[in-house]
Protein backbone atom coordinates (compact mmCIF):
# COMPACT_ATOMS: atom_id res chain seq x y z
CA UNK A 1 0.00 0.00 0.00
CA UNK A 2 1.36 3.00 -0.96
CA UNK A 3 1.21 6.10 1.45
CA UNK A 4 3.25 4.90 4.57
CA UNK A 5 3.25 7.87 6.48
CA UNK A 6 -0.05 7.18 7.47
CA UNK A 7 1.19 4.14 9.58
CA UNK A 8 0.74 5.43 13.03
CA UNK A 9 -2.21 7.63 11.75
CA UNK A 10 -4.39 5.71 9.49
CA UNK A 11 -6.07 7.72 6.37
CA UNK A 12 -9.96 7.21 6.81
CA UNK A 13 -12.26 9.17 3.83
CA UNK A 14 -15.41 7.46 2.84
CA UNK A 15 -15.37 8.19 -0.59
CA UNK A 16 -18.92 7.17 -1.17
CA UNK A 17 -19.28 10.27 0.64
CA UNK A 18 -17.60 12.59 -1.82
CA UNK A 19 -19.42 11.11 -5.27
CA UNK A 20 -21.45 13.46 -6.92
CA UNK A 21 -24.67 12.47 -8.72
CA UNK A 22 -24.47 15.24 -11.48
CA UNK A 23 -20.89 16.38 -12.71
CA UNK A 24 -18.53 16.93 -15.63
CA UNK A 25 -15.17 15.71 -14.64
CA UNK A 26 -12.33 18.30 -15.88
CA UNK A 27 -11.05 18.05 -18.92
CA UNK A 28 -7.36 16.24 -18.71
CA UNK A 29 -4.21 17.50 -20.40
CA UNK A 30 -3.50 16.36 -23.55
CA UNK A 31 -0.52 13.81 -22.82
CA UNK A 32 2.70 15.17 -24.35
CA UNK A 33 5.30 13.41 -23.06
CA UNK A 34 6.02 9.89 -23.53
CA UNK A 35 8.88 7.43 -21.70
CA UNK A 36 11.15 5.24 -23.58
CA UNK A 37 13.43 2.69 -22.07
CA UNK A 38 16.68 2.89 -23.85
CA UNK A 39 18.13 -0.02 -25.60
CA UNK A 40 21.85 0.65 -25.03
CA UNK A 41 24.08 0.67 -22.03
CA UNK A 42 24.30 3.92 -20.64
CA UNK A 43 27.33 4.69 -18.73
CA UNK A 44 26.94 5.10 -15.46
CA UNK A 45 26.68 8.49 -13.70
CA UNK A 46 27.38 9.70 -10.30
CA UNK A 47 23.82 9.87 -8.96
CA UNK A 48 23.38 13.25 -7.74
CA UNK A 49 19.60 14.45 -7.59
CA UNK A 50 18.59 16.03 -10.48
CA UNK A 51 21.92 16.48 -12.19
CA UNK A 52 21.96 14.74 -15.60
CA UNK A 53 18.48 15.93 -16.47
CA UNK A 54 17.67 18.31 -18.88
CA UNK A 55 20.87 20.40 -19.69
CA UNK A 56 18.74 24.04 -18.81
CA UNK A 57 17.78 22.72 -15.54
CA UNK A 58 18.61 25.46 -12.83
CA UNK A 59 18.81 25.45 -9.26
CA UNK A 60 16.80 28.41 -7.51
CA UNK A 61 18.95 30.72 -6.07
CA UNK A 62 21.88 28.81 -6.19
CA UNK A 63 25.03 31.47 -5.85
CA UNK A 64 26.72 32.45 -9.13
CA UNK A 65 29.55 30.00 -9.91
CA UNK A 66 28.31 26.34 -7.75
CA UNK A 67 26.22 23.55 -8.72
CA UNK A 68 24.69 21.02 -6.41
CA UNK A 69 28.05 19.00 -4.91
CA UNK A 70 28.05 15.96 -2.45
CA UNK A 71 29.01 16.87 0.92
CA UNK A 72 29.73 14.52 3.93
CA UNK A 73 27.98 14.16 7.31
CA UNK A 74 30.29 14.39 10.26
CA UNK A 75 28.50 14.49 13.08
CA UNK A 76 24.47 14.85 13.98
CA UNK A 77 23.49 15.97 17.73
CA UNK A 78 20.10 16.06 18.74
CA UNK A 79 19.19 19.48 20.52
CA UNK A 80 15.47 18.80 21.59
CA UNK A 81 13.79 15.74 21.92
CA UNK A 82 10.25 15.05 20.51
CA UNK A 83 7.65 15.65 23.35
CA UNK A 84 3.84 14.63 21.79
CA UNK A 85 2.66 16.53 25.36
CA UNK A 86 3.92 19.49 24.23
CA UNK A 87 3.78 19.03 20.74
CA UNK A 88 7.40 20.06 20.39
CA UNK A 89 9.41 18.52 17.48
CA UNK A 90 12.96 16.72 17.88
CA UNK A 91 15.29 19.41 16.13
CA UNK A 92 19.05 18.16 15.01
CA UNK A 93 22.31 19.71 14.57
CA UNK A 94 23.98 18.77 11.54
CA UNK A 95 27.27 19.02 10.90
CA UNK A 96 28.49 19.08 7.31
CA UNK A 97 32.09 18.79 5.50
CA UNK A 98 32.27 21.39 2.50
CA UNK A 99 35.51 20.64 1.34
CA UNK A 100 34.27 19.11 -1.72
CA UNK A 101 32.66 22.70 -2.10
CA UNK A 102 36.20 24.20 -3.00
CA UNK A 103 37.02 27.75 -1.42
CA UNK A 104 32.97 28.48 -0.22
CA UNK A 105 32.99 31.78 1.53
CA UNK A 106 29.90 31.97 3.34
CA UNK A 107 29.13 34.63 6.52
CA UNK A 108 26.38 33.94 9.50
CA UNK A 109 22.64 34.40 7.90
CA UNK A 110 23.79 32.67 4.41
CA UNK A 111 22.01 29.47 3.18
CA UNK A 112 22.18 26.80 1.71
CA UNK A 113 19.95 24.61 -0.33
CA UNK A 114 19.56 21.01 0.03
CA UNK A 115 18.30 18.26 -2.61
CA UNK A 116 15.57 15.97 -1.29
CA UNK A 117 14.92 12.79 -2.57
CA UNK A 118 11.80 10.58 -1.86
CA UNK A 119 11.38 7.89 0.94
CA UNK A 120 13.20 4.59 -1.20
CA UNK A 121 10.24 2.83 0.03
CA UNK A 122 6.88 4.68 -0.95
CA UNK A 123 9.34 4.96 -4.59
CA UNK A 124 9.66 1.20 -4.44
CA UNK A 125 5.37 0.85 -3.64
CA UNK A 126 4.64 3.12 -6.14
CA UNK A 127 7.02 1.39 -8.93
CA UNK A 128 4.66 -1.86 -7.70
CA UNK A 129 1.66 0.52 -8.10
CA UNK A 130 3.04 1.49 -11.47
CA UNK A 131 3.40 -1.80 -12.63
CA UNK A 132 7.32 -1.14 -13.88
CA UNK A 133 8.96 -3.33 -11.11
CA UNK A 134 10.96 -5.49 -13.56
CA UNK A 135 11.79 -2.28 -15.37
CA UNK A 136 12.44 0.13 -11.72
CA UNK A 137 16.25 0.37 -12.78
CA UNK A 138 16.37 0.39 -16.51
CA UNK A 139 17.37 3.47 -18.20
CA UNK A 140 14.74 5.45 -19.63
CA UNK A 141 14.28 9.04 -21.57
CA UNK A 142 11.54 11.31 -21.19
CA UNK A 143 10.22 12.54 -24.89
CA UNK A 144 7.78 14.27 -26.59
CA UNK A 145 4.90 11.95 -28.06
CA UNK A 146 4.86 11.10 -31.15
CA UNK A 147 1.10 12.48 -31.58
CA UNK A 148 1.70 15.25 -29.80
CA UNK A 149 -0.11 18.09 -31.42
CA UNK A 150 0.74 21.23 -29.35
CA UNK A 151 3.81 22.89 -30.68
CA UNK A 152 4.72 25.08 -27.56
CA UNK A 153 5.03 21.12 -25.64
CA UNK A 154 8.28 20.92 -24.20
CA UNK A 155 9.96 18.65 -21.74
CA UNK A 156 10.15 20.07 -18.70
CA UNK A 157 14.26 20.69 -17.70
CA UNK A 158 13.86 18.36 -14.35
CA UNK A 159 13.64 15.09 -16.72
CA UNK A 160 15.83 13.50 -18.23
CA UNK A 161 15.86 13.96 -22.13
CA UNK A 162 19.56 13.41 -22.99
CA UNK A 163 21.47 11.84 -20.46
CA UNK A 164 18.90 8.49 -19.19
CA UNK A 165 17.98 7.75 -15.76
CA UNK A 166 15.85 5.26 -14.48
CA UNK A 167 11.99 5.10 -13.49
CA UNK A 168 13.07 4.36 -10.00
CA UNK A 169 15.65 7.78 -10.47
CA UNK A 170 12.87 9.97 -11.55
CA UNK A 171 10.77 8.85 -8.86
CA UNK A 172 13.09 9.72 -6.55
CA UNK A 173 14.87 12.76 -7.26
CA UNK A 174 12.22 14.52 -9.78
CA UNK A 175 9.43 14.56 -8.95
CA UNK A 176 6.97 16.05 -5.86
CA UNK A 177 5.03 12.90 -5.32
CA UNK A 178 3.50 15.91 -2.16
CA UNK A 179 2.23 18.49 -4.04
CA UNK A 180 -1.12 20.07 -4.31
CA UNK A 181 -3.27 17.94 -6.85
CA UNK A 182 -4.42 19.77 -9.98
CA UNK A 183 -8.04 19.33 -11.44
CA UNK A 184 -6.98 17.94 -14.71
CA UNK A 185 -4.66 15.63 -12.44
CA UNK A 186 -7.44 14.25 -10.87
CA UNK A 187 -9.04 13.65 -13.78
CA UNK A 188 -6.51 11.96 -15.66
CA UNK A 189 -6.16 9.36 -12.81
CA UNK A 190 -10.02 8.85 -13.14
CA UNK A 191 -9.57 7.63 -16.17
CA UNK A 192 -6.93 5.39 -14.80
CA UNK A 193 -8.98 3.54 -12.21
CA UNK A 194 -11.09 0.46 -13.08
CA UNK A 195 -13.38 0.25 -10.08
CA UNK A 196 -16.49 2.48 -10.79
CA UNK A 197 -16.70 3.67 -7.37
CA UNK A 198 -13.23 4.80 -7.26
CA UNK A 199 -13.21 6.77 -10.73
CA UNK A 200 -16.27 8.42 -10.21
CA UNK A 201 -14.54 9.76 -6.49
CA UNK A 202 -11.57 10.95 -8.66
CA UNK A 203 -13.71 11.98 -11.26
CA UNK A 204 -16.13 14.17 -8.59
CA UNK A 205 -13.47 15.70 -7.14
CA UNK A 206 -11.61 17.05 -10.32
CA UNK A 207 -15.14 18.57 -11.45
CA UNK A 208 -16.26 21.91 -11.35
CA UNK A 209 -19.79 20.88 -9.03
CA UNK A 210 -16.66 18.67 -6.68
CA UNK A 211 -15.04 22.63 -5.77
CA UNK A 212 -16.20 22.19 -2.04
CA UNK A 213 -15.37 18.31 -1.70
CA UNK A 214 -11.64 19.74 -3.69
CA UNK A 215 -11.64 22.31 -0.74
CA UNK A 216 -11.71 19.84 2.02
CA UNK A 217 -9.89 17.05 0.89
CA UNK A 218 -7.14 18.20 -0.92
CA UNK A 219 -7.04 22.17 -0.40
CA UNK A 220 -7.88 21.89 3.74
CA UNK A 221 -6.82 18.28 4.47
CA UNK A 222 -3.96 17.97 1.94
CA UNK A 223 -4.71 14.55 0.55
CA UNK A 224 -1.44 14.05 -2.54
CA UNK A 225 -1.28 11.51 -4.87
CA UNK A 226 0.09 9.00 -2.44
CA UNK A 227 -2.97 9.37 -0.42
CA UNK A 228 -5.28 8.40 -3.24
CA UNK A 229 -3.27 5.24 -4.32
CA UNK A 230 -4.23 4.46 -1.26
CA UNK A 231 -7.65 5.02 -1.17
CA UNK A 232 -8.47 3.87 -4.47
CA UNK A 233 -6.80 0.92 -4.81
CA UNK A 234 -8.02 0.16 -9.15
CA UNK A 235 -5.92 3.30 -9.54
CA UNK A 236 -2.72 2.01 -12.12
CA UNK A 237 -1.31 5.12 -13.19
CA UNK A 238 1.81 5.04 -15.95
CA UNK A 239 5.03 6.68 -15.47
CA UNK A 240 4.02 9.27 -18.31
CA UNK A 241 1.10 10.46 -16.80
CA UNK A 242 2.95 11.39 -13.51
CA UNK A 243 6.06 12.77 -15.52
CA UNK A 244 3.20 14.76 -17.33
CA UNK A 245 1.54 16.19 -14.16
CA UNK A 246 3.66 16.06 -11.06
CA UNK A 247 5.59 19.46 -10.46
CA UNK A 248 9.83 19.35 -9.88
CA UNK A 249 11.08 18.51 -6.29
CA UNK A 250 12.49 21.53 -5.23
CA UNK A 251 15.93 21.99 -3.06
CA UNK A 252 14.68 23.23 0.32
CA UNK A 253 16.87 26.24 1.81
CA UNK A 254 18.58 25.70 5.34
CA UNK A 255 20.06 28.53 7.24
CA UNK A 256 23.81 27.99 8.63
CA UNK A 257 24.20 28.14 12.40
CA UNK A 258 27.98 28.69 12.87
CA UNK A 259 30.07 31.34 12.13
CA UNK A 260 32.82 30.58 9.74
CA UNK A 261 35.59 31.80 12.19
CA UNK A 262 34.11 28.87 14.86
CA UNK A 263 35.23 26.15 12.59
CA UNK A 264 37.60 25.41 9.49
CA UNK A 265 35.96 26.84 6.06
CA UNK A 266 35.76 22.86 5.20
CA UNK A 267 32.73 22.56 7.59
CA UNK A 268 29.23 24.28 8.58
CA UNK A 269 26.26 23.04 10.41
CA UNK A 270 22.61 23.18 9.92
CA UNK A 271 19.90 23.01 12.05
CA UNK A 272 16.53 21.34 11.14
CA UNK A 273 13.33 20.65 12.91
CA UNK A 274 10.96 17.43 12.38
CA UNK A 275 7.70 16.47 12.60
CA UNK A 276 6.96 13.28 13.71
CA UNK A 277 3.57 12.95 11.70
CA UNK A 278 3.97 13.58 8.32
CA UNK A 279 7.48 14.32 8.27
CA UNK A 280 8.31 16.98 5.30
CA UNK A 281 10.35 15.02 1.94
CA UNK A 282 13.92 16.50 3.17
CA UNK A 283 13.59 16.55 6.73
CA UNK A 284 12.88 12.77 6.70
CA UNK A 285 15.50 12.29 4.44
CA UNK A 286 18.44 13.19 6.49
CA UNK A 287 16.79 11.67 9.52
CA UNK A 288 17.31 8.08 7.36
CA UNK A 289 20.76 9.50 6.35
CA UNK A 290 21.64 10.23 9.94
CA UNK A 291 20.45 6.60 10.64
CA UNK A 292 22.62 5.75 8.13
CA UNK A 293 25.40 7.46 9.34
CA UNK A 294 25.26 5.98 12.48
CA UNK A 295 25.30 2.55 11.69
CA UNK A 296 28.02 2.70 9.16
CA UNK A 297 30.37 5.06 10.35
CA UNK A 298 33.32 4.06 8.37
CA UNK A 299 31.81 5.07 5.24
CA UNK A 300 30.75 8.85 4.46
CA UNK A 301 26.95 9.26 4.13
CA UNK A 302 26.49 12.20 1.57
CA UNK A 303 24.22 14.65 0.73
CA UNK A 304 23.76 17.43 -1.88
CA UNK A 305 23.67 21.24 -1.66
CA UNK A 306 24.39 24.20 -3.18
CA UNK A 307 24.89 28.15 -1.29
CA UNK A 308 22.18 30.11 -2.35
CA UNK A 309 22.59 33.78 -3.11
CA UNK A 310 23.45 36.12 -0.41
CA UNK A 311 20.69 38.70 0.63
CA UNK A 312 20.93 41.68 3.07
CA UNK A 313 19.94 38.76 6.30
CA UNK A 314 23.66 38.79 7.65
CA UNK A 315 26.10 39.89 10.00
CA UNK A 316 29.39 41.07 8.16
CA UNK A 317 31.73 43.02 8.56
CA UNK A 318 29.97 45.70 7.99
CA UNK A 319 27.53 45.70 10.37
CA UNK A 320 30.38 44.43 13.36
CA UNK A 321 30.41 47.82 15.00
CA UNK A 322 26.49 48.39 15.24
CA UNK A 323 23.67 46.94 17.34
CA UNK A 324 22.16 44.15 16.75
CA UNK A 325 18.32 43.55 17.75
CA UNK A 326 17.61 39.86 17.01
CA UNK A 327 14.03 38.02 17.65
CA UNK A 328 13.57 34.41 16.51
CA UNK A 329 10.88 31.72 17.73
CA UNK A 330 12.09 28.23 17.67
CA UNK A 331 14.50 26.29 14.87
CA UNK A 332 14.52 30.48 13.88
CA UNK A 333 17.43 31.37 16.54
CA UNK A 334 19.45 29.46 14.03
CA UNK A 335 20.94 31.82 11.66
CA UNK A 336 21.80 33.92 14.86
CA UNK A 337 23.72 30.88 16.60
CA UNK A 338 26.29 31.90 13.79
CA UNK A 339 25.94 35.72 14.47
CA UNK A 340 26.48 35.11 18.06
CA UNK A 341 29.57 32.90 17.52
CA UNK A 342 30.86 35.19 15.13
CA UNK A 343 30.74 38.04 17.53
CA UNK A 344 32.63 36.09 20.17
CA UNK A 345 35.32 35.81 17.76
CA UNK A 346 35.77 39.15 16.41
CA UNK A 347 37.79 41.94 18.40
CA UNK A 348 36.04 44.36 16.25
CA UNK A 349 32.59 43.99 17.20
CA UNK A 350 31.63 46.55 19.53
CA UNK A 351 28.04 47.16 19.39
CA UNK A 352 24.84 46.14 21.77
CA UNK A 353 23.22 42.48 20.70
CA UNK A 354 19.89 42.14 22.42
CA UNK A 355 18.26 38.20 22.28
CA UNK A 356 14.41 37.83 22.27
CA UNK A 357 13.32 34.12 21.61
CA UNK A 358 10.33 32.05 22.05
CA UNK A 359 10.30 28.56 22.49
CA UNK A 360 7.19 26.01 23.80
CA UNK A 361 9.74 24.97 26.78
CA UNK A 362 12.90 25.37 28.21
CA UNK A 363 13.65 21.94 27.07
CA UNK A 364 12.92 23.31 23.58
CA UNK A 365 14.91 25.85 23.77
CA UNK A 366 17.84 25.67 21.17
CA UNK A 367 21.37 25.97 23.03
CA UNK A 368 20.27 27.36 26.25
CA UNK A 369 23.61 26.96 28.17
CA UNK A 370 25.37 28.64 24.99
CA UNK A 371 22.99 31.46 25.12
CA UNK A 372 23.43 32.18 28.71
CA UNK A 373 27.49 31.70 28.42
CA UNK A 374 27.34 34.58 25.75
CA UNK A 375 25.34 36.59 27.93
CA UNK A 376 27.93 36.10 31.11
CA UNK A 377 30.80 37.16 28.82
CA UNK A 378 28.97 40.35 27.57
CA UNK A 379 28.22 38.93 24.18
CA UNK A 380 24.69 39.74 24.30
CA UNK A 381 24.08 42.53 26.58
CA UNK A 382 20.03 41.82 26.57
CA UNK A 383 18.28 37.71 26.71
CA UNK A 384 14.96 37.58 26.64
CA UNK A 385 13.55 33.97 27.00
CA UNK A 386 10.02 33.00 26.82
CA UNK A 387 7.80 29.68 26.76
CA UNK A 388 4.45 29.27 25.12
CA UNK A 389 3.67 26.09 27.30
CA UNK A 390 4.57 28.06 30.60
CA UNK A 391 2.06 27.58 32.91
CA UNK A 392 2.63 30.32 35.35
CA UNK A 393 -0.07 33.25 34.39
CA UNK A 394 2.27 36.01 34.81
CA UNK A 395 5.04 34.75 33.14
CA UNK A 396 5.25 36.28 29.35
CA UNK A 397 4.39 33.36 26.83
CA UNK A 398 5.16 35.04 23.27
CA UNK A 399 8.55 36.89 22.09
CA UNK A 400 6.48 39.92 21.26
CA UNK A 401 5.13 40.35 24.77
CA UNK A 402 8.73 40.45 25.83
CA UNK A 403 9.15 43.00 23.21
CA UNK A 404 6.41 45.09 24.52
CA UNK A 405 7.53 45.21 28.39
CA UNK A 406 11.07 46.57 26.62
CA UNK A 407 9.07 49.11 24.39
CA UNK A 408 11.13 52.20 25.62
CA UNK A 409 14.56 51.14 25.70
CA UNK A 410 14.35 48.73 22.27
CA UNK A 411 12.47 51.77 20.60
CA UNK A 412 15.48 53.82 21.80
CA UNK A 413 18.11 50.93 20.69
CA UNK A 414 16.12 50.32 18.04
CA UNK A 415 16.48 54.26 16.22
CA UNK A 416 19.94 54.41 16.45
CA UNK A 417 21.57 54.78 13.42
CA UNK A 418 23.90 51.92 13.47
CA UNK A 419 21.34 48.80 14.85
CA UNK A 420 19.58 46.62 12.74
CA UNK A 421 16.49 44.47 13.83
CA UNK A 422 16.56 41.04 12.71
CA UNK A 423 14.08 38.51 12.41
CA UNK A 424 14.02 35.02 11.78
CA UNK A 425 10.79 33.05 12.34
CA UNK A 426 8.83 29.70 10.95
CA UNK A 427 5.77 30.69 9.32
CA UNK A 428 4.03 33.51 7.92
CA UNK A 429 1.50 33.83 11.15
CA UNK A 430 4.41 34.04 13.68
CA UNK A 431 6.38 36.55 11.90
CA UNK A 432 3.05 38.90 11.21
CA UNK A 433 2.88 38.67 15.33
CA UNK A 434 5.74 39.83 16.39
CA UNK A 435 5.78 42.84 13.39
CA UNK A 436 2.50 43.91 14.80
CA UNK A 437 4.36 43.67 18.57
CA UNK A 438 6.78 45.52 17.29
CA UNK A 439 3.98 48.54 16.06
CA UNK A 440 3.07 48.14 19.32
CA UNK A 441 6.30 49.02 20.95
CA UNK A 442 6.73 52.25 18.39
CA UNK A 443 3.28 52.99 19.53
CA UNK A 444 3.96 53.31 23.18
CA UNK A 445 7.08 54.57 23.16
CA UNK A 446 6.99 57.25 20.29
CA UNK A 447 3.17 58.53 21.09
CA UNK A 448 2.08 57.22 17.59
CA UNK A 449 -1.35 56.01 16.59
CA UNK A 450 -1.47 52.37 14.51
CA UNK A 451 -1.46 54.21 11.17
CA UNK A 452 1.62 56.03 12.40
CA UNK A 453 3.57 53.15 13.79
CA UNK A 454 2.04 51.05 10.78
CA UNK A 455 4.22 53.75 8.22
CA UNK A 456 7.27 54.11 10.52
CA UNK A 457 7.76 50.06 10.52
CA UNK A 458 7.69 50.46 6.56
CA UNK A 459 10.65 53.15 6.78
CA UNK A 460 12.21 50.81 9.16
CA UNK A 461 12.17 48.02 6.38
CA UNK A 462 13.05 50.26 3.24
CA UNK A 463 16.05 51.58 5.60
CA UNK A 464 17.20 47.93 5.97
CA UNK A 465 17.15 48.33 9.51
CA UNK A 466 13.85 46.05 10.01
CA UNK A 467 15.47 42.54 8.56
CA UNK A 468 13.59 39.13 8.25
CA UNK A 469 14.00 35.37 6.86
CA UNK A 470 10.99 33.93 7.08
CA UNK A 471 10.63 30.26 6.42
CA UNK A 472 7.44 29.33 4.50
C1 LIG B 1 15.38 31.11 3.75
C2 LIG B 1 14.95 29.84 4.47
C3 LIG B 1 15.76 29.31 5.46
C4 LIG B 1 15.36 28.15 6.14
N1 LIG B 1 16.14 27.66 7.13
C5 LIG B 1 15.74 26.56 7.83
C6 LIG B 1 16.54 26.05 8.91
O1 LIG B 1 17.62 26.56 9.20
N2 LIG B 1 16.05 24.97 9.59
C7 LIG B 1 14.84 24.39 9.28
O2 LIG B 1 14.44 23.42 9.95
N3 LIG B 1 14.09 24.84 8.25
C8 LIG B 1 14.51 25.90 7.52
N4 LIG B 1 13.75 26.36 6.49
C9 LIG B 1 12.57 25.55 6.09
C10 LIG B 1 13.07 24.40 5.18
O3 LIG B 1 13.52 24.94 3.94
C11 LIG B 1 11.98 23.35 4.86
O4 LIG B 1 10.84 24.00 4.37
C12 LIG B 1 11.60 22.49 6.07
O5 LIG B 1 12.74 21.83 6.61
C13 LIG B 1 10.58 21.40 5.66
O6 LIG B 1 11.09 20.75 4.51
P1 LIG B 1 10.63 19.28 4.11
O7 LIG B 1 11.04 19.02 2.70
O8 LIG B 1 11.06 18.30 5.14
O9 LIG B 1 9.05 19.39 4.18
P2 LIG B 1 8.01 19.39 2.97
O10 LIG B 1 7.91 18.03 2.39
O11 LIG B 1 8.31 20.52 2.07
O12 LIG B 1 6.75 19.70 3.84
C14 LIG B 1 5.45 19.48 3.55
C15 LIG B 1 4.58 20.28 4.51
O13 LIG B 1 4.83 19.98 5.88
C16 LIG B 1 5.20 21.13 6.60
N5 LIG B 1 6.40 20.79 7.41
C17 LIG B 1 7.34 19.88 7.13
N6 LIG B 1 8.27 19.83 8.10
C18 LIG B 1 7.90 20.75 9.00
C19 LIG B 1 8.44 21.19 10.23
N7 LIG B 1 9.56 20.67 10.74
N8 LIG B 1 7.79 22.17 10.90
C20 LIG B 1 6.65 22.69 10.40
N9 LIG B 1 6.07 22.31 9.26
C21 LIG B 1 6.68 21.36 8.57
C22 LIG B 1 5.54 22.19 5.58
O14 LIG B 1 5.01 23.44 6.00
C23 LIG B 1 4.80 21.74 4.34
O15 LIG B 1 3.54 22.34 4.25
C24 LIG B 1 14.13 27.51 5.80
C25 LIG B 1 13.34 28.05 4.79
C26 LIG B 1 13.73 29.20 4.14
C27 LIG B 1 12.83 29.77 3.06
Redesign the pocket.
Known sequence: MVGVEHSDNPLVVDISAYILTEYVPAKPLESNLEVVFSTTDQALSEKCGQLNCGDNLKFPFARAGYAPTAVYIQDAKELVVADAATET?R?VELSLNISSLGEFDYEPGD?VA?L?SNDPHVVAQLLHRLDIVQQADSYCLVRLALNCAKKSAKVPAHLPTTSAKTPREILTDCLSL?SVLQKQFLSALARCTSDSKERAFLASLSSKQGTNHYQTLILER?LCMLDLLELCASCQPTLALLVEHLPRLLP????I?NSPLECSKQMLR??????TH?????????EAKIKQHEEQLQQPVKLFLYP?IQNA?RYTDQELTGNQILIAVG??L??FLGFLAHKQRQQLATGETWLYVGAKTPQAMLKQQQLLDWQASSILQRLRLCYSRSSTPEEPKYVQQLLEEDAEQLVELLLQPSTILYVCA??AKISKSIEEGLRRCLQLALHLDEMEAVQRLKELRTQGKYRE????
Open positions: KVTIPHGRPYSSIIYSIRKAGVTTAMLRFTGAPDGDLWL
